[in-house]
């Protein structure tokens, strides 16, 4: 219902718009012909099939059609057969040009159109004039065909249509679009940017028309009115010969010695009269004859010419004798006689127009002239009678009249020129039309002028031909519009580039917009919930310092801060550590080359780690530094964990066996190079066992963790004491070569461990048995080392424990 209502009001529009913009623009058209200079009903059309499709066509051919007959009607008041295949020829053209200029349009451009690249508004201003050879081309030829151009002017016609159509179609598509075309949001906003514009320019130039129109109007019809003026004066002058004919004739008649003018002597009067005045249809002589003079009357003329009466015109046309009446003004004398012989004896008193005529001419005593009335000799043409009064010796009176062909008189009288215009001679008091040959009705007279003569009031009016019209055509103001619109045309073509790069640019800038926001809002939210701490620093003024521009959760929580405390803060006052760190001399270092560092921070409580900060310092482009850091206090602590685990024994903290045989083959290395000695022991606690079954597991750890200790007192910073399982302890004496020293530190431990130890309230005893071996007297290496130490402690065991033994080689023979 929509859809339908919207198509049904699209269809309408179009034919309402293709009209009355049609008549408006042929009405600037010059005339004669159809040469308007912008023909916007063109553009209506390719734009309707543009932006509509085909289904436009319809009222395209509808609108086309009504216009013609309108205009035809306007120019005639009639509608002829001929005018509705006129008006059928121009619709069929404007369908075929609306049809293929839409598909052109859409094929090189496509729809919806932006018009806003170079391209595109310029296969516009190219296909349009080409698609305009269309309707020039068939309308031209169909209007030649049915006679109505002739073949001269038919390169004038087509170029004429074919500009109109361009330029109406390069003004009115873009307005169109603005109003009706797709993509909306963008033609919407070219309302004010390209349409108003456009149409002011455009209205600038159609009042430049106008005012050119009209000088060039005047111009051209100066001669025309000169002609006109010329045909006014002639008509006049001869009227008023007319008048000075009748003077001569009535002087005939007055100065008379007879107070008789014969026929003869009538007719060689008239006839040299005739000779000088040939206009003139006839030269008459009415006397005034009374009732009882008629017979008498009528028998003295019959003598002269044979049959003679006085007659009237009867109703069927026919002249018949004439009623009885008071008197007659009977047609007495006629020069010349041929072509006039109807009118002898017909009386002039017998018809209302004549007789007022008679008697104004007695009246008033001048030259009188009658209304048009029909000749009783030449029913074919209205004529005028021109009457003077006569009065002769006596009470005789009569008028001498002359009679005019009105149609012959003006042919003739009218100047050579005077094909160049129609001319229509009006009686106003009879208020009838004597003459006229005008070709249509024009809206307005350009020439008229009014005028007496005879007592009457005449009025004549004249209009250019088309003959003349041609001659006179000015281009001048025709160019004025063309190249107007053509402006117009093309300052539409530049506006819509440039408001389509506007609008264009725009698109752009909001989808980088969009997109920068997106990007912000990402690094916004990872900046937030980000686990490492960032801080942002710009360079203080002096450039000394850092001042602290933002800070996100994890910084606040890692140092422990608050972000409005820190931010606008210099680094040194918030964190005076930071030049202790070495951290001031990297955001220096990085804030100047500008390359990434990384700078870990740790510090040590009791050889421990007491915290860890791995810091990424970076420079941003606009200069600004950040950092990134993340305390890693935990994980260091762990890994420093796991790496004693793998080197010390967890109890006693003493190096394990792995780190104990990597120290002895280190120092084996150094021994024999330097050609020294060194030992090896092998501790083993004695009765440990029943500590462990009395007391508790865990006093026997407590116990092994004493002993550690104990041991360690017993021998020198560079000697290594190992716990390699249970209660079994290596010892490693580096540069130890003296049996006596090494047995030395041996009694000291076994002295050492002999000692009671007091743990946790139990007084506890127990010794150790050792044995000793010796590089390079026992082995040159450390398993063969270890191997025969392990075997003098088996001895010492033997021997009955808390002593120690030096490995001798029978020990590996015989029993142990
Ligand atoms: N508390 C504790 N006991 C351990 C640990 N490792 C081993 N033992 C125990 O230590 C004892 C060592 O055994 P032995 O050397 O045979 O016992 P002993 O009583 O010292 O015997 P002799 O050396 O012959 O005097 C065993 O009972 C083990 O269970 C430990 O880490 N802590």
């Given at each position: 219902?929509?859809?339908?209502?919207?198509?049904?009001?699209?269809?309408?529009?179009?034919?309402?718009?293709?009209?009355?913009?049609?008549?408006?623009?042929?009405?600037?058209?010059?005339?004669?012909?159809?040469?308007?200079?912008?023909?916007?009903?063109a553009g209506?059309a390719l734009a309707a099939t543009f932006i509509i499709g085909n289904?436009a066509l319809?009222?395209?051919?509808?609108?086309?059609?009504?216009?013609?007959?309108?205009?035809?009607?306007?120019?005639?008041?009639?509608?002829?057969?001929?005018?509705?295949?006129?008006?059928?020829?121009?619709?069929?053209?404007?369908?075929l040009q609306a049809a293929l200029g839409g598909w052109l349009l859409r094929r090189a451009i496509g729809y919806p159109a932006a018009f806003d690249r170079t391209r595109d508004v310029f296969k516009f201003l190219f296909l349009t004039p080409l698609v305009c050879v269309m309707s020039?081309?068939?309308?031209?030829?169909?209007?030649?065909?049915?006679?109505?151009?002739?073949?001269?002017?038919?390169?004038?016609?087509?170029?004429?249509?074919w500009?109109?159509d361009s330029l109406g179609i390069m003004v009115l598509l873009p307005?169109a679009m603005?109003?009706f075309g797709e993509p909306?949001?963008l033609w919407?906003?070219?309302?004010?940017?390209?349409?108003?514009?456009?149409?002011?320019?455009?209205?600038?130039?159609?009042?430049?028309?106008?005012?050119?129109?009209?000088?060039?109007?005047?111009?051209?019809?100066?001669?025309?009115?000169?002609?006109?003026?010329?045909?006014?004066?002639?008509?006049?002058?001869?009227?008023?010969?007319?008048?000075?004919?009748?003077?001569?004739?009535?002087?005939?008649?007055?100065?008379?010695?007879?107070?008789?003018?014969?026929?003869?002597?009538?007719?060689?009067?008239?006839?040299?009269?005739?000779?000088?005045?040939?206009?003139?249809?006839?030269?008459?002589?009415?006397?005034?004859?009374?009732?009882?003079?008629?017979?008498?009357?009528?028998?003295?003329?019959?003598?002269?010419?044979?049959?003679?009466?006085?007659?009237?015109?009867?109703?069927?046309?026919?002249?018949?004798?004439?009623?009885?009446?008071?008197?007659?003004?009977?047609?007495?004398?006629?020069?010349?006689?041929?072509?006039?012989?109807?009118?002898?004896?017909?009386?002039?008193?017998?018809?209302?127009?004549?007789?007022?005529?008679?008697?104004?001419?007695?009246?008033?005593?001048?030259?009188?002239?009658?209304?048009?009335?029909?000749?009783?000799?030449?029913?074919?043409?209205?004529?005028?009678?021109?009457?003077?009064?006569?009065?002769?010796?006596?009470?005789?009176?009569?008028?001498?009249?002359?009679?005019?062909?009105?149609?012959?008189?003006?042919?003739?009288?009218?100047?050579?020129?005077?094909?160049?215009?129609?001319?229509?001679?009006?009686?106003?008091?009879?208020?009838?039309?004597?003459?006229?040959?005008?070709?249509?009705?024009?809206?307005?007279?350009?020439?008229?002028?009014?005028?007496?003569?005879?007592?009457?009031?005449?009025?004549?009016?004249?209009?250019?031909?088309?003959?003349?019209?041609?001659?006179?055509?000015?281009?001048?103001?025709?160019?004025?519009?063309?190249?107007?619109?053509?402006?117009?045309g093309l300052?539409g073509a530049l506006?819509l580039l440039?408001?389509g790069?506007?609008?264009r640019?725009?698109?752009?800038?909001?989808?980088?917009?969009?997109?920068?926001?997106?990007?912000?809002?990402?690094?916004?939210?990872?900046?937030?919930?980000?686990?490492?701490?960032?801080?942002?620093?710009?360079?203080?003024?002096?450039?000394?310092?850092?001042?602290?521009?933002?800070?996100?959760?994890?910084?606040?929580?890692?140092?422990?801060?608050?972000?409005?405390?820190?931010?606008?803060?210099?680094?040194?006052?918030?964190?005076?550590?930071?030049?202790?760190?070495?951290?001031?001399?990297?955001?220096?270092?990085?804030?100047?080359?500008?390359?990434?560092?990384?700078?870990?921070?740790?510090?040590?409580?009791?050889?421990?780690?007491?915290?860890?900060?791995?810091?990424?310092?970076?420079?941003?482009?606009?200069?600004?530094?950040?950092?990134?850091?993340?305390?890693?206090?935990?994980?260091?602590?762990?890994?420093?964990?796991?790496?004693?685990?793998?080197?010390?024994?967890?109890?006693?903290?003493?190096?394990?066996?792995?780190?104990?045989?990597?120290?002895?083959?280190?120092?084996?290395?150094?021994?024999?190079?330097?050609?020294?000695?060194?030992?090896?022991?092998?501790?083993?606690?004695?009765?440990?066992?029943?500590?462990?079954?009395?007391?508790?597991?865990?006093?026997?750890?407590?116990?092994?963790?004493?002993?550690?200790?104990?041991?360690?007192?017993?021998?020198?910073?560079?000697?290594?004491?190992?716990?390699?399982?249970?209660?079994?302890?290596?010892?490693?004496?580096?540069?130890?070569?003296?049996?006596?020293?090494?047995?030395?530190?041996?009694?000291?431990?076994?002295?050492?461990?002999?000692?009671?130890?007091?743990?946790?309230?139990?007084?506890?005893?127990?010794?150790?048995?050792?044995?000793?071996?010796?590089?390079?007297?026992?082995?040159?290496?450390?398993?063969?080392?270890?191997?025969?130490?392990?075997?003098?402690?088996?001895?010492?065991?033997?021997?009955?424990?808390?002593?120690?033994?030096?490995?001798?080689?029978?020990?590996?023979?015989?029993?142990?």
């Amino acid at each position: 219902m929509r859809v339908a209502y919207k198509n049904a009001f699209a269809f309408l529009l179009v034919i309402v718009a293709y009209v009355t913009s049609g008549k408006a623009a042929l009405m600037l058209a010059l005339p004669p012909g159809y040469a308007a200079a912008i023909f916007p009903p063109a553009g209506i059309a390719l734009a309707a099939t543009f932006i509509i499709g085909n289904s436009a066509l319809p009222s395209i051919f509808l609108g086309s059609f009504l216009l013609n007959v309108w205009v035809a009607y306007s120019a005639s008041h009639t509608i002829t057969a001929i005018s509705l295949i006129v008006a059928l020829v121009i619709a069929v053209a404007s369908l075929l040009q609306a049809a293929l200029g839409g598909w052109l349009l859409r094929r090189a451009i496509g729809y919806p159109a932006a018009f806003d690249r170079t391209r595109d508004v310029f296969k516009f201003l190219f296909l349009t004039p080409l698609v305009c050879v269309m309707s020039a081309s068939v309308s031209v030829a169909g209007l030649w065909a049915l006679g109505i151009l002739d073949v001269d002017s038919l390169a004038e016609n087509w170029l004429s249509w074919w500009t109109g159509d361009s330029l109406g179609i390069m003004v009115l598509l873009p307005i169109a679009m603005v109003l009706f075309g797709e993509p909306r949001p963008l033609w919407k906003r070219r309302l004010w940017t390209v349409a108003v514009p456009m149409g002011l320019v455009f209205a600038l130039f159609v009042l430049l028309f106008l005012r050119a129109n009209q000088w060039e109007q005047d111009d051209s019809l100066r001669e025309f009115r000169q002609i006109s003026e010329q045909s006014l004066s002639q008509i006049q002058i001869k009227l008023d010969e007319q008048d000075a004919v009748l003077a001569g004739m009535r002087g005939l008649f007055v100065h008379d010695p007879h107070s008789y003018v014969s026929r003869q002597e009538f007719q060689r009067f008239a006839q040299n009269i005739l000779t000088r005045f040939p206009m003139i249809q006839a030269f008459e002589w009415a006397p005034r004859i009374d009732s009882y003079r008629r017979p008498g009357f009528e028998a003295a003329e019959r003598k002269a010419i044979r049959g003679f009466e006085i007659r009237d015109r009867a109703a069927n046309g026919h002249m018949v004798r004439a009623a009885e009446r008071s008197l007659y003004f009977p047609v007495t004398y006629v020069e010349p006689l041929e072509g006039n012989q109807p009118a002898l004896g017909f009386d002039l008193a017998s018809t209302p127009q004549r007789l007022e005529t008679l008697e104004k001419s007695f009246v008033k005593g001048v030259v009188s002239a009658s209304a048009p009335i029909i000749l009783v000799q030449a029913e074919n043409q209205s004529g005028i009678l021109i009457m003077q009064s006569v009065q002769l010796t006596g009470h005789e009176i009569g008028v001498v009249l002359t009679v005019l062909k009105v149609r012959d008189f003006i042919d003739r009288i009218l100047p050579p020129a005077s094909g160049l215009l129609h001319v229509r001679l009006i009686d106003d008091d009879a208020r009838s039309t004597i003459y006229d040959n005008f070709a249509s009705l024009p809206p307005k007279i350009p020439f008229e002028r009014e005028f007496e003569f005879g007592g009457r009031h005449y009025r004549l009016q004249t209009m250019p031909t088309a003959a003349y019209l041609k001659r006179h055509r000015g281009w001048q103001s025709w160019a004025v519009l063309a190249m107007g619109t053509f402006g117009v045309g093309l300052l539409g073509a530049l506006l819509l580039l440039g408001t389509g790069y506007t609008a264009r640019v725009e698109a752009q800038v909001q989808h980088r917009t969009r997109e920068l926001k997106e990007s912000e809002f990402r690094l916004k939210e990872l900046f937030k919930n980000l686990n490492s701490g960032v801080a942002v620093f710009q360079v203080s003024p002096e450039d000394n310092d850092f001042i602290i521009t933002d800070l996100n959760y994890a910084a606040e929580r890692i140092d422990k801060v608050s972000r409005k405390d820190m931010i606008g803060k210099s680094v040194v006052d918030v964190f005076p550590g930071i030049r202790e760190f070495g951290l001031f001399d990297v955001l220096k270092r990085v804030w100047k080359s500008g390359a990434a560092e990384h700078h870990p921070v740790s510090f040590y409580l009791d050889g421990r780690i007491a915290g860890w900060r791995e810091n990424y310092v970076y420079k941003l482009p606009n200069g600004e530094i950040i950092a990134i850091y993340d305390d890693v206090t935990q994980a260091k602590q762990l890994e420093e964990q796991m790496r004693r685990m793998a080197h010390y024994d967890t109890l006693t903290g003493l190096p394990n066996r792995a780190l104990f045989t990597d120290r002895l083959q280190q120092s084996l290395a150094i021994a024999r190079r330097n050609k020294s000695q060194l030992a090896v022991m092998f501790i083993d606690l004695d009765h440990f066992k029943p500590v462990n079954d009395t007391l508790g597991h865990d006093v026997g750890d407590l116990l092994l963790k004493e002993v550690a200790v104990r041991m360690l007192r017993c021998v020198r910073e560079v000697d290594t004491i190992s716990r390699i399982g249970g209660d079994e302890f290596i010892v490693l004496l580096s540069g130890m070569g003296k049996e006596q020293d090494v047995m030395m530190v041996a009694e000291k431990i076994l002295y050492s461990l002999d000692q009671p130890f007091e743990l946790a309230g139990h007084e506890i005893h127990i010794s150790s048995s050792i044995g000793i071996a010796l590089y390079p007297a026992h082995g040159d290496e450390d398993k063969s080392l270890l191997k025969n130490a392990d075997i003098a402690m088996y001895f010492a065991k033997q021997s009955g424990r808390n002593n120690a033994k030096l490995f001798q080689p029978e020990m590996l023979k015989g029993d142990r």
